[in-house]
């Protein structure tokens, strides 16, 4: 957990009105054992505080937050940019708290255009930085709350990009059906899939399942069933068809449930759809005809 953090906290981390969070590039620090110049991939999700949580971390009047943009800045990257180098000696450590992760830290501030000040400075708008950054305190910092594990929303919409099976559709007889006898569906394929996804930093091994199964006949309304059908003679899912070329195919709901860093199972909050490849078939219309039993 604390490398995870550290590896976040690897950026600058800016505290404005709303508290937002957002990924600056550190200066690269020469010393190895003791400071990470690890910056946040393009797409990794930014954090987002509400201004009393800004107020609490950087330990603030949350009256004085609109006021200013705060950032976090790891020690080692202020020592590697004052001297251009980071020696052991820069490296001060905190004690630490089960379960928390709390690191040392400078707190900087600088000027943000107030309301009223917009209409005298050309080119800045309320909120807009201006004036160099200024120490405002160094020390340590419970910066655990900077990275919350993966909420179920977060979860459910990486679930939904996830490379769920398309189930394949079954049918028997093989071949052609004959009009007045049905069709049996089924599918065989999976119907569980485990992926591991990496998300902020948190392994999250979402566990999908089929849910339901929408059978559609190319005829009528949907079969709609919770199994995935067997094949004969233990059917559970048929269809009657009138003589014709008929086109069948299955549709898939899918639940899951998710773990984070190993904790226990929660359901994702949602369900995702997956329609697998069409078939193709023809039912012919039986005739009878008469032969003589002795020729």
């Known amino acids: 957990m604390r490398a995870r953090i550290q590896h ?17 590039k550190a200066m690269a620090c020469p010393f190895d054992g003791g400071c990470s110049s690890v910056n946040l991939d393009a797409g990794a ?18 009256a004085e937050i609109p006021m200013f943009v705060y ?10 940019e ?38 005298v400075l050309d080119g800045f708008g309320v909120g807009d930085p201006i004036g160099d950054w200024e120490n405002l305190r160094e020390g340590c910092f419970d910066i655990t ?15 939904q ?11 028997q007889p093989p071949g052609n059906g004959l009009s007045g006898l049905p069709v049996i569906f089924y599918t065989d394929s999976p119907a569980t899939q485990t992926f591991t996804v990496d998300i902020r930093g948190f392994t999250v091994v979402i566990a999908a399942r089929a849910e339901q199964y929408t059978w559609h006949t190319g005829d009528g309304p949907p079969l709609v069933t919770t199994d995935p ?58 005739r009878p005809v008469l032969t003589d039993p002795y020729d």
Request: net charge negative; charged share 15%; hydrophobic share 40%.
């Open 8 to 24: 976040l906290l690897a950026i600058t981390l800016a505290v404005c009105a709303l508290a937002l969070f957002a990924p600056v």
């Open 45 to 62: 999700a930014t954090i987002e505080l509400s201004g009393e949580q800004a107020a609490r971390v950087v330990g603030v009047a949350s």
């Open 71 to 80: 950032r976090l800045r790891q020690q080692c990257v202020v020592a590697a």
């Open 82 to 119: 004052l001297t251009g180098n980071c020696s052991p000696a820069s490296i001060r450590t905190c004690p630490q708290q089960p379960g928390r992760v709390i690191d040392y830290f400078f707190v900087q501030r600088r000027p943000v255009v107030q309301p009223g000040e917009a209409d």
């Open 145 to 159: 709350d900077l990275n919350p594990p993966p909420s179920p929303g977060e979860v459910f919409a990486y679930f």
């Open 161 to 171: 990009r996830l490379p769920l099976p398309r189930l394949e559709t079954r049918h």
């Open 229 to 286: 059908g067997r094949p004969y003679p233990d059917q559970t899912v048929e269809h009657e068809y009138e003589s014709g070329t008929h086109t069948a195919s299955l549709t898939v709901t899918w639940g899951a449930t998710f773990t984070v860093d190993g904790s226990a199972p929660a359901d994702v909050p949602g369900t995702t759809t997956t329609d697998g490849p069409p078939i193709t078939f023809d039912v012919l219309e039986a």
